[in-house]
């Protein structure tokens, strides 16, 4: 399981992702209040989940998440209201929604993270085969990256090879 790390700017509201995370049986592993105390931590261990604000004191959530090694995912809370993925970020939006939260804290700990840098070509294929999943079941983006997950796991595939697929059986 992937190291937890949890970078804010208000000590209360770290304190309270922490508990939130202990009570649903995850370990957080480093709390911290700055960027470049997560890219010393990162140094240290092999892969992780940021959890963090959009704004950290020294530097903002964007800068870090491309400083970041390979094997770091960051979800940034963000007051912006807008789910968006960004290579290694996803931005939730607060408030935040509970169950969403916890699932994507579970799904990003609890495998090699989809999210975490790809060549470009696989990343355009990802994206694409997305998209063709929120238009056929009307659903968001969030949701669309979950069910490619799901069935790249199940069916024992790569999520390049998967995406594939879809946009292979969408233009036919």
Known sequence: MKDIIIAYPNRDVALQLR??????????????????????IAQDVKEGVVIAASILRD?????????LPTGFDIIALSKNGR???????????????????????????STRSSFSR??????ELISKAKLVI?????????????????????KGKKLTDLAKEIINDFTE
């Open 19 to 40: 508990s939130l995370l202990d009570r649903e049986g995850y370990h957080v592993s480093y709390i911290c209040a700055t960027g470049s105390s997560v890219l010393g």
């Open 59 to 67: 530097m903002p959530i964007g800068v870090l998440a491309e400083n």
């Open 118 to 123: 790809r060549d470009k070509d696989d990343s």
């Open 134 to 154: 929120m238009k056929r079941n009307s659903v968001g983006e969030i949701e669309a990256h979950k069910y490619l997950q799901q069935e790249s796991m199940r």
């Open 83 to 109: 789910e968006e993925y960004f290579g290694n970020l996803i931005n939730l939006p607060l408030p935040l929604h509970k169950d969403e939260f916890l699932e994507t804290v579970s799904v990003l700990v």
